[in-house]
């Protein structure tokens, strides 16, 4: 076991976000999201509901990026908005910036009136955040991602979506935050980001250096936080063998 790497542990880690929705459609953005979700499928939830990313709800649960199996419905992009606003779905986005209180950016960078980089837009993160469960999927932890308040508000928070009405706050869940050092919630004081767990390798001080607000811990621990759970044998299995059998987990997180 001593060969299991960082990324085999983001990956069993962004599975377990994902193992007690039930039937629900997951909707992974990114790679390791999507070796996640598909590892869920396969271990503890194979409820899960998922997709090619593009237009078709899958039967069986191929590797990453090889061609549909089987195919059980057709979802074209359109379709897509209907399942958002009903709400069956978790969707796990990315993040250029992630702020003490779960509000996530991913519009610009600086003031929004003239910022300093644009990047994509808010695109769903709005709708996604008041409608359905969402997490987010962070390959590079560091004080820049993690910031004491985002410049632009693109994925709502609780306390945000609490400020802007029942309408915003009635399904808005922040369920969990996945970096390449550690495992959050937003269930600290006052909604704020709380870390429950860091990956095997990882200090609660490296977390701390490597964040720019303080951290919320999860409660009882102190400083002694749990570590992140090694993926089973069975996973490393299905990881290696079956859904990602070409590596290309390592090209988010490289092996140390």
Known sequence: MSDITRADVCAAAIADAFKDDGEIFASPMGMLPMLGVRLARLTSNPDLVISDGESLFLAGTPPLFAKADVVEGWIPFRKVFDVVAYGKRHVMMGATQVDRHGNQNISAIGDFAQPKRQLLGSRGAPGNTVNNRTSYWVPKHSPRVFVERVDIVSGVGPALARAAGPAA???????????????????????????????????????????????????????????????????????????????????????A
């Open 169 to 255: 706050a009635r399904f808005n869940d922040i369920h969990r935050i996945v970096s390449n050092l550690a495992v959050f919630d937003v269930k600290g004081d006052d909604d704020t980001v709380r870390l429950l767990s860091v990956h095997p390798g990882v200090t609660v001080d490296e977390v701390r250096e490597a964040t720019g607000f303080e951290l919320s811990l999860v409660s009882g621990a102190g400083d002694d936080v749990p570590e992140t759970r090694l993926p089973t044998p069975e996973e490393l299995i299905l990881i290696r063998e079956v859904l990602d059998p070409r590596s290309l987990r390592h090209r988010e997180v490289p092996v």
